[in-house]
């Protein structure tokens, strides 16, 4: 079992920066550093929208051109926290945002995280104009 619980959200002026963190409770046979992890994001009435994508070492990552050069995912698998650091915010990047994990992928991919297995509840992050 994966318990997911994000923090860090709030509300910021357009390129403004944020760092969301998420904190993880691993139990079960598979080690933290065995899930693929990522973020995702959910405006209200839009479909969720993967963001960022990290393999289950660290070692790779991935994201969609809306944020590339902007967003940077991390992955602590010693303090077993995923983090956010998000550069340059728009007023489109106005989301719930969700961090996802699942120990099945082998490939990372931002578009996979909206189907990952484990989410966490997720926090807000508004950008003004």
């Known amino acids: 079992q994966v318990r997911l619980v994000e923090s860090g959200g709030g509300s910021v002026q357009a390129g403004g920066s944020l760092k969301l963190s998420c904190t993880a409770t691993?139990?079960?046979?598979?080690?933290?550093?065995?899930?693929?992890m990522g973020w995702y994001r959910q405006a209200p009435g839009k479909q969720r929208e993967g963001v960022a994508a990290?393999?289950?070492?660290?070692?790779?990552?991935d994201y969609p051109e809306s944020v590339k050069g902007r967003f940077t995912i991390s992955k602590d698998n010693a303090e077993h926290i995923l983090y956010l650091e998000m550069n340059s915010l728009k007023p489109e990047d106005t989301a719930m945002y969700y961090c996802?994990?699942?120990?099945?992928?082998?490939?990372?991919?931002?578009?996979?995280?909206?189907?990952?297995?484990?989410r966490g509840q997720g926090t807000q992050v508004t950008v003004s104009s």
């Open positions: 691993i139990s079960g046979r598979y080690s933290y550093s065995s899930y693929y």
């Open positions: 990290i393999a289950d070492d660290g070692s790779v990552t």
């Open positions: 996802a994990a699942d120990h099945r992928y082998a490939s990372t991919w931002y578009a996979d995280v909206i189907d990952y297995n484990y």
